[in-house]
């Protein structure tokens, strides 16, 4: 008898071992306390930093609204930051978005020269993107841009069209410390400057794209050549803008080719009165949409599928490329309607000094 209760104890020390052991397992299960769930880590929101150059631009609130429309779609939530044309504030702007937990940096830098903010992201283990500019010798995992030689080809080769290929040129160019700027300006090399039939008469970068020194290298270039131009060959429309301001000055509007890039109302306008003569659309939503989904791809490890390679200075960086096409007085109406983004631009605010042509 006394070896009967024996064995029953024993049996019942083993059925509470048991008992114990099955309640550490269930440490960490949805429902239970004191450990992690791994069904909520596996569901957990990916959050994107995305830190933008500057809100001076219209676009970029248009890139960001794509930019958000497809994060909700996908379940991750964007951290935004504006650094306003401030290489600085950019740079504490990134370390607060890393500060914040972020999975993956979408950056439109305001330098291709930002490396260090790069190196801090990847060194926190973040997934770096570079959107519409290179960071040049940085370890950046994506690139995604339009096709900005293209951009300059358009330009270049509407240009040749205006003034049957002849004349005097100057060419305004953005600002030397992007990408943008400079693949633009390779077209201009490629295609204007080894043209024997034109005469570059003036060429200038213009930082930060600034619509006033646009507008002083324009009068500067019509006073020294005493308003005999042909053409103004301008990397944006910002700067476009300060172009015409000198061209109406010396009641040369709708007399001189003028380009841009954006297609913004302002310029828009200004095409249909026939005073800007073309611009280049970047069809942002292709662009900003691609980026969020691939920012949640490398947020999770894996590898976006690339359109093609650029280097960078220090490594053959994947690039998303996203396509451009010029808008001119022949297809605006083709534009505001079914091209450009809800919000954009209405004909009402385009045609205002002249009929509308869309009607």
Known sequence: MAQTKKGVFVVLMLIMAVLVAACGENK???????????????????????????????????????????????????IVQWANDDVSKQANQVENLLSQGIDALVIVPVSDKTGPVVDKA?????????????IQNSDIDLYVTRNNYKVGELQAEAALKYTGGKGNFVLLKGDPATTVAQGIAQAYEKILKTNANISIVAEQWHQNWSTEKALKTAEDALSAQNDNIQAFVSSNDGMAMGITQAVKGRDLDGKVFISG???????????????????????????????????????????????????????????????????????????????????????????????????
């Open 28 to 78: 960490g299960k949805p429902g239970e306390t004191g450990g992690a769930d791994p069904e909520k880590e596996t569901n957990k929101k990916i959050r994107i930093g995305i830190a933008m150059k500057t809100e001076v631009q219209p676009r970029w609130k248009f890139d960001l609204q794509y930019m958000q429309e497809k994060a909700q779609e996908l379940g991750a939530e964007l």
């Open 261 to 359: 890039l954006d297609v913004e109302v302002g310029s828009a306008r200004l095409i249909a009165e026939g005073i800007q003569t073309m611009s280049v659309w970047t069809k942002l939503d292709e662009g900003a949409k691609r980026t969020i989904e691939a920012a949640v791809e490398l947020a999770k490890g894996e590898m976006p599928q690339a359109d093609e390679v650029t280097n960078n200075g220090k490594k053959d960086v994947p690039t998303l490329a996203v396509d451009v096409v010029e808008v001119n007085k022949d297809n605006l109406c083709t534009f505001i309607n079914e091209m450009a983004p809800t919000g954009w631009m209405t004909e009402e605010e385009v045609f205002v000094n002249v009929p509308n042509a869309c009607k």
């Open 122 to 134: 990847k060194s926190a283990g973040v997934p770096v993107i570079a959107y519409d500019a290179m």
